[in-house]
């Protein structure tokens, strides 16, 4: 009804760099090759929801880390704490059997039976009653007796002063445990009562106990997960998915916006380099569109730019369509060679014609190159053919190396930094 046929063409040159229409974000030099484009190997980016899963796990672990050190050392001075306890019961008992024995005859029976009971304990491995001199006076194994202790039970014996730790004189500290505590016998004289035990008893509930708060946490872990989405984390996906999307969409027409395509240029270089597989990049540039505007108003060109964006959605599975802004618009084809291209192509032109809403084009086709590592050679040649096919009456397709292409490149062009002409005209 509209179509473009039935209006002047422009002069090419211009490409519609005088006309100003509401909305466009991008400027000519935004819109150079280069600019914008990753310089290093594609790297593919792990999804929002899967790095806040992971943030979440990592700050679980090391949650659950940091509460293990402190359980286990709050259970280790717990554990400690009820066997010192209980070490000063059976102490109160042994005086108290002192006591009662005959002053001059020696350890009393049930002193030495009571160093018996204490020894038959699961992690006790040695009792002893040591005196201010050192003397194991009673023991269990009884084997120890008259032997010479030195060092902490002695000095506990002389001052009073209890202790419950690390068995000192031990090869390896962490292997035992020991307690003692003072006590006085008949004729006010001093002791210490020496208790060592296993310290791989107390290790081993304390390693139970660990066990038993990690198999509780991995449990939760569903259940947290749960807790979170209802919470409001599934929106919070939801939504910056959402917002990702929308900051590379091209809000009139649908399509990949500039920056959606600078990272699709950049991983789809990467991959047909990786894999020897041939990429065409196709730029596509609306004729005649600033008079669309100015005679129909931008509404109409808003549909134009739809009908054209979904013409080019319309093709090959495998392509991807860009509006690079204004009136042009760009598809990344991978696995196709120049020749398919042209006519896939071809096809979305002729898909266009028949629609009321048939609009004249140009488009340029380029192959990407051996050493092209950003795609910025294949976008001044797709560029390029793209300005020789403007020269064209009607909707032209032209490839990079076409006999046309190579008499209207714009190598003799007034322009001196070797940038494509790009268009700044831009609907909404």
């Not at 672990?61 to 066997?83: K, P």
Request: proline share 4%; aromatic share 4%.
């Amino acid at each position: 009804m509209y179509a473009v046929d039935s209006i002047f063409r422009e002069d090419p040159k211009r490409r519609s760099s005088d006309c100003r229409q509401p909305g466009n974000a991008h400027s000519a030099s935004s819109l150079l090759p280069g600019h914008g484009l990753a310089d290093k190997a594609h790297v593919p980016k792990l999804s929002f929801g899967f790095r806040l899963a992971l943030a979440g796990l990592i700050t679980l672990t090391v949650v659950l880390f940091a509460t293990q050190l402190l359980v286990s050392a709050s259970v280790r001075e717990t554990m400690l704490e009820e066997n010192r306890l209980l070490y000063q019961a059976d102490a109160s008992f042994i005086q108290s059997s002192l006591a009662a024995g005959e002053s001059g005859t020696g350890v009393p029976a049930t002193t030495r039976a009571a160093l018996v009971a204490i020894d038959e304990r699961p992690a006790v491995v040695n009792v002893e009653l040591v005196s201010t001199d050192g003397r194991v006076v009673a023991a269990s194994p009884s084997h120890d007796v008259g032997q010479t202790e030195r060092g902490r039970s002695v000095d506990v014996a002389r001052s009073g002063h209890n202790y419950a730790g690390p068995e000192l004189e031990a090869r390896d500290v962490e292997q035992e445990y020991t307690y003692l505590t003072a006590l006085t016998g008949p004729d006010a004289k001093r002791y210490a009562l020496e208790v060592d035990e296993d310290a791989s008893v107390l290790n081993k509930r304390v390693s139970l106990l660990n066990t038993r708060l990690v198999m509780l946490s991995v449990l939760a872990l569903p259940f947290a997960a749960a807790l979170f989405l209802l919470v409001g984390g599934a929106r919070l996906v939801q939504g910056h998915n959402l917002a990702l999307r929308r900051a590379e969409r091209d809000p009139l027409t649908g399509l990949g916006n500039r920056r959606y395509f600078d990272d699709r240029l950049a991983g789809e270089v990467a991959t047909a380099q990786s894999r020897r597989a041939p990429l065409v990049l196709a730029v596509l540039d609306l004729d005649d569109f600033k008079a669309i505007n100015d005679t129909h108003g931008h509404h109409r060109g808003d549909e134009v730019l739809a009908a054209v964006a979904s013409a080019l959605r319309a093709g090959r599975r495998a392509d991807t369509a860009f509006r690079l802004g204004g009136d042009e618009f760009a598809v990344l084809m991978p696995n196709i060679g120049l020749e398919g291209a042209r006519h896939a192509m071809q096809r979305r032109a002729d898909a266009l014609a028949q629609d009321e809403s048939s609009v004249a084009f140009s488009v340029g086709l380029a192959l990407l190159r051996e050493g092209d590592d950003t795609g910025r050679e294949m976008w001044e040649h797709a560029d390029e053919a793209s300005y020789a096919a403007k020269r064209l009456p009607g909707t032209a397709v032209l490839a990079h190396g076409d006999p046309t292409a190579r008499e209207e490149s714009p190598a003799a062009d007034s322009r001196t930094d070797g940038a494509p002409s790009t268009s700044v005209a831009a609907n909404r």
